[in-house]
Nanobody, 124 residues
Framework: QVQLVESGGGLVQARGSLRLSCAAS????????MCWFRQAPGKECGFVSV????????YYAEAVKGRFTISRDNAKNAVYLQMNSLKTEDTAVYYC?????????????????WGQGTQVTVSS
């Protein structure tokens, strides 16, 4: 059982930056594909970014490409999401999720483990 704990959310003005962190309990953290999703009020949970087991492959949703950067530190059992040039439409609860396989990485239902989420609010 993998336990994931997000942190780093908060209130920030538009064009500001935040760095989200997700700490994992699993010693074999490097065995997991890690992903960030987000859910805004009244909307479905949507894909933000994914990173492969050793960080060689990274993909982003079009809405965040060029502004967000995903990274991981397997020695620290952690994954990060650096968010720059934030927009009001980035306001959401952000979740990290883990799974062992790569296929259909954009689909939330394919992830086995989830954190509790961290709120990001971007004000205008």
């Amino acid at each position: 059982q993998v336990q994931l704990v997000e942190s780093g959310g908060g209130l920030v003005q538009a064009r500001g930056s935040l760095r989200l962190s997700c700490a994992a309990s699993e010693r074999t953290f490097s065995s997991y594909v890690m992903c960030w999703f987000r859910q805004a009020p009244g909307k479905e949970c949507g894909f933000v970014s994914v990173i492969s087991w050793r960080g060689r492959s990274k993909y982003y949703a079009e809405a965040v490409k060029g502004r967000f950067t995903i990274s991981r530190d397997n020695a620290k059992n952690a994954v990060y999401l650096q968010m720059n040039s934030l927009k009001t439409e980035d306001t959401a609860v952000y979740y990290c999720a883990a799974r062992l396989t790569w296929n259909s990485y954009r689909t939330p239902e394919h992830y086995d483990y989830w954190g509790q989420g961290t709120q990001v609010t971007v004000s205008s």
